[in-house]
């Protein structure tokens, strides 16, 4: 829990970054920077372990459970400031299923309460424990993970340097100020992209920026920095896109990871699959850049996946508007997505949400409950054509398994462990040769592109 002293001390911090997100003058922005500089001497006495609302300031820590893989990466990028936090040991048991196999000399300890397992895994450390078991076993353990970053990793002064400065010279662009439809029909956004070496800086940048809030996502602990394409998307917005390496890539769908900049801040990323002209997304702004320009960051993101992949059909997961997911809820995403143009996939909802907006249309002062915003939250919404309202990638997943066990069990073979992607890649191949070397491309933009002019594939689908 945070007292008082420490949230007024972040709402200042946030205030501040957001003045260097959407300053209104030069002095202005440097006054804030000059600030935030200054900032981590402010923290001192305050417990380092913020809320993941306001954690990543500058003289803060993270203390939370990440994944093998993140881990792995982030004690060879930050091998002096990354250990286990040794005062919130693992379960027991579970310590002592991973460490038996490695150490046989302990299995005649096993049954010892006081079996030294603990002290065993003290003394030979993290880095010990990452080379030596596999990643099943090493996220069964749920080991809890300090990271110590220094100022300049921080959200206080993580920075990309941006192309150029730009100031608010009159109120921000509210949501009602947006069109998805007038974005999309823009002309195309300036694109480059980044070399190798400036793609691991922008996928550090993205990953400690998640990081430090307690979050970590598959696309970009996956996120190849040989794809990084830099898109400026006007009034200081710089969108980054990336995509998968090849070995992690998904069976069917084309993966990516948006990380969004304004004025050189991090202010907000998502991630986003592809099939064929249709695109599954996600946004999210960071909590300190909600009152910013977020319509318009959103609606620039749908032109961009236009722009490279011919998307014409949005679509976004339940979750992302509550569905198991209190945030939301409390944001009023739903109707942050339906102000723009979204309809659930659902004619019940559809129409239960029909209904409400003409109660608050009636009832200005109206608010919708939190109760009917759950249901509201139980499917899909999507922009553009209704063909893919009723199509969901489980299913998708279910028949071609089904095919494949039916297949194997006419050849008298057994299921594999590894046929949902096999299988997977196999159905692709056998209605297209190209498919699978698109997919497998240096980017899966190509791809894309063939999934939504293959009549045959579409339809399949």
């Known amino acids: 829990m945070t007292d008082s002293k420490t949230s007024s001390l972040a709402r200042v911090h946030d205030e501040l970054l957001f003045l260097c997100a959407y300053p209104p003058t030069p002095l202005a922005l440097r006054r804030a920077e000059s600030r935030l500089r200054r900032f ?17 300031i500058a003289g803060t820590e993270v203390d939370v459970i990440f994944s093998y893989d993140f881990v792995s990466w982030l004690k060879r990028r930050f091998p002096r400031q990354v250990d286990i936090d040794w005062d919130e040991p693992p379960d027991p048991d579970r310590l002592a299923a991973v460490l ?28 010990w424990l990452l080379d030596h078991v596999d990643a099943l076993a090493y996220d069964s353990l749920g080991l809890r993970i300090v990271w110590k970053f220094d100022a300049s990793h ?113 202010i907000g990323y998502g991630d986003a699959f592809g099939l064929c002209e249709r695109m599954e997304v996600s946004f999210n702004i960071f909590y300190g850049f909600r009152e910013g320009e ?51 996939t659902d004619t019940k909802i559809e129409r239960m949400a029909v209904r409400e907006e003409a109660r608050i249309q009636k009832e200005p002062q109206h608010r919708t409950s939190k109760r009917m915003l759950k249901t509201m939250a139980q499917s899909p919404m999507a922009w553009g054509s209704r063909d893919w309202d009723r199509f969901r990638i489980h299913k998708v997943v279910d028949v071609i398994l ?55 594939v579409r339809s399949a689908l």
Do not use: C
Request: glycine share 8%; charged share 30%; proline share 7%.
């Open 40 to 56: 981590a001497k402010r923290m001192k006495g305050v417990d380092p372990f913020l809320d993941p609302e306001i954690s990543g």
């Open 154 to 266: 921080s959200r206080t002064l993580m920075r990309r340097k941006p192309r150029k400065i730009f100031y608010r010279r009159g109120p921000l662009l509210a949501r009602r100020d947006v069109s998805i439809e007038r974005e999309l029909a823009a002309p195309p956004m300036p694109i480059s992209r980044l070399s190798r070496a400036e793609g691991e800086r922008v996928l550090e940048i993205a990953r400690t920026a998640l990081a430090m809030r307690y979050r970590e996502l598959y696309n970009f602990t996956w996120g190849d920095p040989a794809t990084i394409i830099s898109a400026d998307a006007g009034r200081g917005l710089e969108i980054v896109l990336i995509g998968l390496t090849r070995d992690r890539r998904l069976p069917l769908r084309a993966g990516f990871a948006p990380f969004v900049f304004r004025n050189g801040v991090p």
């Open 402 to 456: 089904s095919r494949e066990d039916g297949e194997e069990s006419g050849r008298g073979q057994s299921h594999r462990p590894d046929s949902s992607r096999s299988a997977a890649l196999r159905m692709t191949t056998r209605l297209s040769p190209d498919l699978r070397r698109a997919k497998n491309g240096r980017t899966e933009q190509r791809y894309l592109r063939m999934l939504a002019n293959n009549k045959e």
């Open 294 to 344: 977020s319509a318009f960051a959103f609606a620039r993101l749908l032109k961009l996946y236009r722009q490279l992949f011919g998307s014409t059909v949005f679509t976004i997961d339940p979750y992302q508007i509550g569905h198991g997911n209190d945030e939301a809820i409390d944001a009023g995403a739903f109707w942050f997505y339906r102000k723009l143009g979204f309809r659930s």
């Open 100 to 127: 038996t196999p490695l150490m046989p000399r302990l299995a005649e300890e096993v049954v010892d309460a006081d079996a030294p397992y603990f002290e065993v895994l003290r003394a030979r450390g993290l880095p």
